[in-house]
């Protein structure tokens, strides 16, 4: 399997983040779930959600009429993917090596997982593979002016920087751990694997009742929103 500290993290807090992602209105997502679901538009298209946790997203995708394949390399999150029924297929791998035939999926979505991946180009390249001709890839990063707010004094922008955060926010624990990159890094790695940038968002949250905590990503981005059209040839 492709490099594991991504891997062996995620399996890590596996329990951890189902609790946190299930809790209603505890996560961010919860803010942010309406407009996305907008962004992606009804489609009717095969998709693919790479990295897709216990499934939410997927299930986000389903609601949106796509045929869902969910996808994570961390068996505990593809098992409740499939208890929730979140998607139509299911497997387990990571995004630097997917089980799939070239050019399947319509869309293929990575929702706030480069940010976690270990070999960003390499995981975009073969999400590229799978991905039909002019068919969309839908990214979602953490925001890197937010990275930017959690950032030393000392760290610069311009590098890869790792992170790593134990949060406690009403009776739930998570560790998050993984990459700070420049804004730069996935449009390069986009670029490189013949991909075009067609369209960016920069969400606002909308809190849901019970989430004054994320007030402060009414006025800051929180979440970066990229869709990148495969270009023929
Ligand atoms: C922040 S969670 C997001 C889960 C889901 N996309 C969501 O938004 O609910 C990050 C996910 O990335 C997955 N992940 C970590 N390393 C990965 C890799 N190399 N390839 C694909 N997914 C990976 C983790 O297992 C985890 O499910």
Redesign the pocket.
């Known amino acids: 399997?492709?490099?594991s500290r991504?891997?062996d993290?995620?399996?890590s807090v596996?329990a951890q983040?189902i609790a946190w992602?299930r809790t209603p209105n505890h996560?961010a997502?919860w803010a942010y779930q309406d407009q996305l679901k907008a962004y992606v538009g009804t489609g009717t298209g095969a998709a693919l959600?790479?990295?897709?946790?216990?499934?939410?997203?997927s299930r986000a995708l389903t609601a949106c009429g796509y045929t869902v394949t969910a996808?994570?390399?961390?068996p505990e999150?593809v098992e409740a993917a499939r208890q929730a029924q979140s998607a139509r297929r299911y497997a387990v791998?990571?995004?630097?090596a997917l089980p799939f035939e070239d050019g399947g999926f319509d869309l293929v979505?990575?929702?706030?997982?480069l940010?976690?991946?270990?070999?960003v180009p390499g995981?975009v390249r073969e999400m590229k593979r799978v991905l039909r001709r002019n068919g969309t890839m839908f990214i979602?990063v953490v925001h890197p002016l937010a990275d930017l707010a959690l950032m030393e004094a000392q760290e610069r922008y311009f590098d890869r920087r790792r992170f790593s955060a134990k949060v406690e926010e009403r009776g739930l624990a998570m560790h998050?751990a993984?990459w700070a990159e420049p804004l730069e890094a996935y449009a390069r790695a986009l670029e490189s694997a013949g991909l075009a940038i067609v369209s960016l968002r920069e969400p606002s949250a909308a809190p849901l009742a019970g989430q004054d905590h994320l007030d402060r990503w009414t006025r800051l981005p929180l979440f970066l929103w990229i869709k990148a059209r495969n270009l023929p040839g």
Not at 71 to 74: G, I, L, R
Not at 109 to 113: D, E, I, S
């Open positions: 399997m492709e490099g991504d891997i993290h995620w399996t596996a983040w992602a996560d997502f959600d790479v990295g897709c946790g216990e499934g939410r997203v996808v994570d390399p961390v999150f791998a990571p995004a630097g979505m990575a929702y706030n997982v940010m976690d991946v270990d070999d995981a979602s998050f993984g």
